[in-house]
């Protein structure tokens, strides 16, 4: 079965040169931007609500990304936005925020309905960012739940690029190197 998959009459949609590991599941309503990559076993599900993913960002191994549906409380419900040159860290949990650019979202990371994660932001490692929490451009933010730790160093402004550039990089050399043995 194809890592690709529509749900009712809705198929993915890619931007040119995007890298989609063959164990990945994507579902639906979901559109992933130019030169962006999604590694071995992310689930990446846009059933009840759309996930759109930005240019040159990298979903990591084991990410799940998901929504929260419409409803009569909330009429739009909680897609999943993820901004241009995001790098979201291995076991990320994402469901129903918005991600802006140039963040990094450390591992094991979980996200919630609402969270808004303006651009420029580092979150460390094993936080929680709460339903509905904005992190402020500019801040590296860590724990559980996650709260503003210290301004972001200019070497760490730069790294936000650096690693997409990083990730670029690597799933151009997967789309040019790796083959499947069968």
């Known amino acids: 079965m194809s890592s690709l ?6 198929a993915p949609s890619l931007g040119s040169d995007v890298y989609i590991d063959d164990s990945a599941v994507i579902v639906g309503d979901v559109s992933i931007g130019k030169d962006s990559s999604v590694w071995p076993q992310v689930a990446a599900r846009g059933d009840v609500n759309h996930i ?3 240019e040159r960002t990298n979903i990591q191994d084991g990410s799940v990304l998901h929504v929260t549906h419409k409803n009569v409380i909330n009429p739009n419900g909680f897609p999943l936005v993820i901004g241009n040159e995001v790098t979201i860290g291995h076991l990320v949990m994402l469901h129903g925020c918005t991600i802006k650019d140039r963040v990094l ?22 936080s929680l960012v709460p339903p509905g929490k904005v992190l402020e451009s500019g801040f590296l933010y860590l724990g559980s739940p996650v709260k503003k730790a210290r301004p972001l160093t200019d070497k760490e ?12 990089n690597n799933k151009n050399d997967y789309i040019n190197h790796v083959k499947s043995i069968n």
């Open 105 to 126: 979202v450390g591992m094991s990371s979980t996200i919630l309905d609402g969270a808004i994660i303006e651009s420029d932001v580092y979150i460390g490692a094993g």
């Open 5 to 10: 998959r529509s749900y009712k009459e809705i």
């Open 157 to 168: 402004h730069a790294f936000l690029k650096t690693s997409a550039d990083n990730y670029v």
């Open 52 to 54: 759109s993913i930005g």
